[in-house]
C-alpha cells in the first residue's frame, strides 16, 4: 500500500522554537485546519504546558496526540553531544518515532544542526546517500524560487557528494512542487569552464555525464535572477548565502525606519508604500515558505526557523504533508539508485 492511501502522522518538536510551545500548538491548529485531508500531528514535548496551550483554543478533537518528554535541546547546545546525552528530549524522541514508523515526518523549528544529526544517526539515510543536503528556497525575478543546495548540512563536500545533492534536489523539485525539468547551475566565480577551483571543475565533468538538466556555472547573482531552479555548492558557501538572504527583510525593515524618522513627509511616504512593499516581498518572509526539507534521509524531515510564527510551523507541516502525498522517499530512492547504476555502467 502505498503512502498516500493512509493518514499521514506528523512528529512536531513541540519544544523546539523560540517561543515554544505556543507558536508549534497554534500552527498545529492551523494546519489542521488548512490540510486538505486528514492528518494526525503527535505533539512531542512538556506533556502540561502543551495541554495549557491546547487550552487556550479550546480543542477537543482527536487529530491530536501528545507523545512527553521531559527534555529540550537548545539553540546553545552543541548537536552531536545533546543528541546522545539528550535522550528523552523532544527532537530525539520524535525522530524515534519516525524510525519506529509511528510518525511518517519530522517536523522542528529547533536547533538546526541538531535536527540533521537526529534525522542523519536516528532516522538513517536512503542507501546509496554518502550526504543528505538541505535545499533552501531563494525567491527569483521570476516569481518563483531558487533552491540552494547544499545549504548548510555539510561544509566539506567533494565533488561526488554535490552530484548527489543535485539529484536529491532535482526529484524533489519535480516531484512535490511540479518544476518539469528543474535546471540546475554550479555556483562559481564565473561562467567560464576553465575558472574557478579544482573542486568545481571536477564537480562539472561529473555533473555532464548525468541525466540532470544542467545549466552549467553560474554566479551569485543569478541566484536572484532565477537564471535556473537549483543552485549547487558546498554547504558552506550556501549557508552564508542563505544566512545574507534571509537578512535582507531586516536590513530593509531598517532602512525604511531610518528614513520614516528624518520627516514627518518620509514617515507619510512609508506609510502609504507599506502595503505595497509587504505584497512584493511576500515571497521573502520565510513564514509564508515554512521551513526547508533534509533530502536523503529514510524519511520525511523539514527543519524551520527557530523564531518561526505560527504561520510558519502551518506552513512546514503542509510541506511535510505533499512530500508524503508525492511519495517522496521512494522517489527519491529511485533516483539514487539510478544515478549509481548509470555511474556504473559508463
Known sequence: MSESNSVMKIALDAMGGDFAPHTEVEGALQALNESPEKIRI??????????????????????????????????HDSPNKAIREKK???????????????????????????????????????????RPTIAAPIPNERHSFTYISDAGAFVDSKPHHLVEFATLTSTYLKEVLDFPNPSVGLLNVGEEESKGLKFTKETTELLKKTDLNFYGNIEGRDIFKGTVDIALCDGFVGNLLLKQAESMISFLRTKFKQFAETSLWAKLQIGLAKSAVKKALYDADVNNIGGTPLLGINGITIIGHGSSSPKGIKNMILQAFRAYKANLVIKLKEAIEDEHQRTQSS
Open 42 to 75: 503527535i505533539l512531542v514535548g512538556d506533556e502540561k504546558k502543551i495541554e495549557q496551550e491546547l487550552k487556550k483554543h479550546s480543542y477537543n478533537g482527536n487529530e491530536i496526540e501528545i507523545v512527553h518528554a521531559s527534555e529540550v535541546i537548545t539553540m
Open 88 to 130: 528523552d528530549s523532544s527532537l530525539v524522541v520524535a525522530a524515534n518515532l519516525v524510525k519506529e514508523g509511528k510518525a511518517d515526518a519530522l517536523v522542528s523549528a529547533g536547533n538546526t544542526g541538531a535536527v540533521g544529526v537526529a534525522s542523519i544517526f536516528i532516522i538513517g539515510r536512503i542507501k546509496g546517500v554518502s
